[in-house]
């Protein structure tokens, strides 16, 4: 999609778990190219609109619009072969593969396969040409030199780092993260808004769900804010920073 077009278009989506609203009737797009924060205090409904955008959960009513398809009601593999690819709050990776390996199955998961049936099925040739692409995926996020290192020995920054990198392997248009600086130290974060700001760059969208104020701060183009289900306040980095709404929100929370 050309740089600027809607990509991303939620309309009035609504979750509702039997009686709480979690997610109340919240509008927002995202425009070809953009980074954009969904911000707001623990329990404002940002997870459950993340589940939303990546089909882990079904919307009560309201649209998700994808490059133009309508993707509400898509599982997690339909939104995912769409070119929509998610990072979870915790880390989820295979602690004992090695990295290369952890990629190679994100290049497994776009042919939308699970991963067992893919392995169990899996010829030297797709196998080759899945660890190539994870090769190129390593290079891209700067972990090449660790490709042939154990997951779970790497420190957490890295592997924050290398869950991107598999769900790059799956070729997303659109890249989705929740809370990827949770409990990352300071210049695990810096080098984390540094391979973003790559990313960005190289044309790929994200929304990035992020509790952290001052990583958001510094590194989208827009944020939109959200509190008790609902959104309260959309704009600019600067003018969110000082709206009213937002730091009632954040102080009362
Ligand atoms: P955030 O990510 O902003 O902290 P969540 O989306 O996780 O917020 O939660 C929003 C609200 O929905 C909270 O009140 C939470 O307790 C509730 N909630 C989230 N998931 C579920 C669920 N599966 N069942 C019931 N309530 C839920
Ligand atoms: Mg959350």
Redesign the pocket.
Known sequence: PAPGTPLLEVQDAEKR?QG?I?VNKVNFEIRAGEIVGLI?P????????FNLITGALRATSGQIRFAGLDVTRSAQREASRAGIARTFQHVKLRPRMSVLDNVALGAYQRTGASFLSSALRLDRAEEASARYEAWQQLERVGLADKAFEQAGNLALGQQRVLEIARALASDPVLLVLDEPAAGLRRQEKIALAELLRSLRAQHLTILLVEHDMELVMNLVDRIVV?DF?TKICEGLPADVRNDPRVQEAYLGG
């Open positions: 778990f709480l979690a707001g623990n329990g404002a409904g940002k997870s459950t609109m959200m289900g």
